[in-house]
């Protein structure tokens, strides 16, 4: 029941020759001017509030076990 719907989610399954395509035009891919430091915005968007939000549930039970005395 959950593979069929799965795999009709996914679509086909590709031949060795058409993933070698995929992959070959991936490769010929260049970055422009400024892609990298897009990327790093980005980067930083994503893992900086999971970062902020695990370092305040860590130094939050610390204060709660141990500052309190």
């Not at 029941?1 to 399954?13: H, V």
């Not at 990327?39 to 900086?48: E, K, Y």
Request: no cysteine; hydrophobic share 50%.
């Amino acid at each position: 029941m959950f593979s069929e719907r799965f795999t009709r989610l996914l679509g086909k399954q590709k031949s060795k020759k058409e993933l070698d395509e995929h992959y070959d035009k991936m490769e010929q891919l260049e970055l422009e001017k400024g892609d990298f430091l897009a990327m790093v915005i980005a980067a930083f968007i994503t893992f900086l509030p999971v970062l902020l939000v695990t370092l305040t549930v860590v130094f939050g039970i610390a204060w709660l076990l141990f500052g309190r005395f």
